[in-house]
Structure formats: C-alpha cells, structure tokens
C-alpha cells in the first residue's frame, strides 16, 4: 500500500479529476478494416446525443467501492477506495489500507482541490485548475475530461460543428477536431436499445495518441445504464488505469461534510496559490 499512498498514483489517476477519470487495451484499427458508411446527423441527434445527455442529467450523484489498478512503466500497483460524486463538480476519493480504513484522501469541490496523506499527517489545498493536476500529479490530465469520463459521456463539452459522424459495422465513429489542433474519436454502440460509448480516444497534432478510455460492463442502476467497468492510457506518461465499480449507488443523498476540504490539527497542509505557503491543517 505504500505506493498507493503517494500523490498522483491510484488516487489521482481514478480522478483522472478520473478520473476518473478517462480505460483501456484498445488500439485502433482492431479486428481489421471496417466499412465506414454515412450516419444521418439527425439520427445521431435523436438517437445517441439526445439519449447521452439525458442520461448525464438524470445522474445526481454517485457512490461505489471501486478496484483500482494501476500501471506505470510497468510496474503495477492495486488499491480498493470509495468514490463519492455530486454534480455539479463535486468528488472525493478515499483510498482505503488493506483492514479497509482510509489512508488518503481526495477531494475536489466549490473550486478546489485537497489532499492529504493520513498516515504521513500530510496534504495539500489549492485551486480546482488544470495546472495543478499537472504539477502535482505529473498527470497532463484536464478536468473536464475526469469529468466526461466519470459521466461515460464525451460530448458534455465541446461543439460538433466540425465533426464527421460515420456507421462502423453496429456502431456509430465520431471523429471532430480538439482546440489543440488534434481530433477527438467516440465509438458509439448500442445495449438493449440504448446507445453506450464503448471508447473514446484523444490525439495530438501530429497524431500521437494521447490519451485511450473504454468503457465497458454497463448494467442499470435506476433506469441510467452505467459502466462498472473504465480503463484509461496515457502513453506519453506510462500509465494504464483500470477502475472496477462495486455495487455502485446512483442519487443518494451525500452531505456538505462529504466533500468539505478539512485536515487534521496537527497535518501540514501546503496553501497552493501564487505564493505557496506552508500552514498547520484545520479541522
């Protein structure tokens, strides 16, 4: 458990915040060439956007026990934890010991981001920014795409003015640009009926993979077809994160306490900000 406890490994990587989010040993062009064949844009509106978005928004809030494995440059760690959600941007993660109490914990709410090492009496407070993932957690990770990956759903933000929208066997491939100048592809599918994101892959510029998500073993929890199961890979950072969900509960009633930012009296907790400064923890 060591390993799990340092910043930016299990926990963080499941926030990929998922943390997580954006998971997967997918690579393109499997199973060999696939005719790609014109899908009406009004089809995709009515049929998989319409259907994602109403799923996004009947999602409240979310609690589960969740397996987490993790590989970086090879070497592999594993970790169970409790993962908290409440929309609009609320998350906590608690990685647990193996007795199963907490020794981390992670949370991200009313625009900030903490943690803190229980057993080291150590942690962190600053701003909810894409910089801070990034210079904590040395993971080029953005918020919004935690976001999307916790949701299973990658068209919450941006536009679909410039996308190309094709038929690929049973599924339907999305394909449209990303503000970087690289392009986004979504493969939709279809379980019972319902349209489901079986993966979700982001390029750069020139074309290297930046990031791999698949979702997969979706099951109803209260009428929203939900993923247990998400694995994501950062190439260019050596990382693959597999994250099982348990028993997963959809729109609980979750507390203010669940996601308030506190520590231990006697935790050092660092204030990130434009200065950062070194204060004793408050409950």
């Known amino acids: 458990m060591e390993d799990t406890t340092h910043p930016g490994r ?38 998989v956007l319409s259907e994602l978005r109403i799923r996004s928004a009947l999602l409240d809030s979310l609690r589960a026990q969740v397996t987490l494995q993790v590989q970086e440059h090879g070497e592999a760690n594993e970790a169970r934890a409790v993962l908290y959600f409440q929309k609009p941007d609320r998350l906590r993660l608690d990685v647990l010991d193996p007795m199963g109490a907490p020794v981390v914990v992670i949370r991200a709410s009313q625009g900030q981001l903490s943690y803190l090492d229980i057993r080291a009496g150590k942690g962190f407070l600053g701003p909810l920014v894409d910089r801070v993932l990034q210079e904590e957690f040395r993971v080029s990770v953005r918020i919004t795409d935690v976001q999307r990956a916790l949701l299973a759903n990658p068209f919450l933000e941006g536009g679909l003015d410039d996308a190309t929208v094709r038929r690929e066997n049973r599924a339907v491939r999305v394909v449209r640009p990303t503000e970087e100048g690289g392009r986004e592809e979504v493969q939709v599918g279809w379980q019972q009926g319902e349209p489901i994101v079986d993966f979700w892959v982001l390029r750069d510029a020139q074309e290297r993979i930046v990031q791999r998500v698949r979702f997969w073993n979706y099951r109803d929890l209260g009428g929203i077809l939900f993923p247990l199961d998400v694995e994501i890979e950062r190439p260019a950072e050596g990382v693959r994160l597999r994250l099982h969900a348990i028993d997963p509960e959809v729109n609980l009633p979750l507390s203010e306490a669940t996601f308030a930012h506190r520590f231990p009296p006697t935790a050092v907790v660092r204030r990130l900000s434009a200065s950062e400064e070194t204060v004793q923890g408050q409950d």
Not at 34 to 43: D, V
């Open 10 to 47: 299990a926990g963080i990587l499941a926030i990929g915040w998922l943390g997580a989010l954006t998971v997967l040993l997918w690579s393109l062009g499997c199973g060999g060439r696939a005719r790609l064949e014109p899908f009406p844009w009004e089809r995709f509106e009515t049929e």
